[in-house]
T-cell receptor, first 115, second 116 residues
C-alpha cells in the first residue's frame, strides 16, 4: 500500500502567500524527502530530513517532521508563479538487516500559484 | 551536462510489440532505479540496481526485464506490451544508500510510453 498520503490533493493560492502541504506515513522511516515535479518533467529533489531531525530549512522551504505522529509538512513561503508544480513526499524506510533502501512516494499535492 | 538522461522521451507503439528504454547517468552514482508513474501521478518503484547488481525487484510482470551493463547505465526492456503499460517511466540514480544512507535521488525527465 502507499506509504505516504498527502494533503491537500490540490492547493490554489496567490503569489506572495505561503503554501503548506502535509504528508502522513505509516511505518518507521530513516528519512523523509520532498520532491517537486513540473508538468511533463521529472522529479527534482528539494530537501531531505532525517528521522532524528525535527525541522529543516532551505531558502523559502521549511520542512518539519513529527515521527510520533508519522507526519511531515512542507511550507513554501512567499510563493511565486514558478512554484506551480506537484509536490511529493517520499519516505526511506528504516532498513531491516540486508534490505536495500528505496524511496516510496506519496500521492502528491498539486500547487497552483496565480498572479 | 545532463545528469540522468533517458531515451526516448516519447514512445508510441502497438500492443504486443517489444520496446526498450535506455538510461544513463554521469553522476558517478552506484545505484539506479526504474519508477513507473501512472495517469494519477502515482509513482511506484519497479527495480533497483547497485553497481550492476539487482537489489530491488518489486512485483512487476516478468514481461519487464531490466539490464545494467555497467553502473552508469540501466535499461528497461518490455515484451508483449499491453494497454495497461501506458505510463511515464522514470529512471533515477543515487549514491548507494545501503542500509541506512540518507541521499536524495536524481531523476531523468521520463519516457512517456503509450500503447495503442
Amino acid at each position: 500500500s502507499q506509504q505516504g498520503e498527502e494533503d491537500p490533493q490540490a492547493l490554489s493560492i496567490q503569489e506572495g502567500e505561503n503554501a503548506t502541504m502535509n504528508c502522513s506515513y505509516k511505518t518507521s522511516i530513516n528519512n523523509l524527502q520532498w520532491y517537486r515535479q513540473n508538468s511533463g518533467r521529472g522529479l527534482v529533489h528539494l530537501i531531505l530530513i532525517r528521522s532524528n531531525e525535527r525541522e529543516k530549512h532551505s531558502g523559502r522551504l521549511r520542512v518539519t517532521l513529527d515521527t510520533s505522529k508519522k507526519s511531515s509538512s512542507l511550507l513554501i513561503t512567499a510563493s511565486r508563479a514558478a512554484d506551480t508544480a506537484s509536490y511529493f513526499c517520499a519516505t526511506a524506510l528504516r532498513p531491516d538487516t540486508g534490505t536495500a533502501s528505496k524511496l516510496t512516494f506519496g500521492t502528491g499535492t498539486r500547487l497552483q500559484v496565480t498572479l | 551536462d545532463t545528469a540522468v538522461s533517458q531515451t526516448p522521451k516519447y514512445l508510441v507503439t502497438q500492443m504486443g510489440n517489444d520496446k526498450s528504454i535506455k538510461c544513463e547517468q554521469n553522476l558517478g552514482h552506484d545505484t539506479m532505479y526504474w519508477y513507473k508513474q501512472d495517469s494519477k501521478k502515482f509513482l511506484k518503484i519497479m527495480f533497483s540496481y547497485n553497481n550492476k547488481e539487482l537489489i530491488i525487484n518489486e512485483t512487476v510482470p516478468n514481461r519487464f526485464s531490466p539490464k545494467s551493463p555497467d553502473k552508469a547505465h540501466l535499461n528497461l526492456h518490455i515484451n508483449s506490451l499491453e494497454l495497461g503499460d501506458s505510463a511515464v517511466y522514470f529512471c533515477a540514480s543515487s549514491p548507494y544508500s545501503g542500509t541506512g544512507g540518507n541521499y536524495g535521488y536524481t531523476f531523468g525527465s521520463g519516457t512517456r510510453l503509450t500503447v495503442v
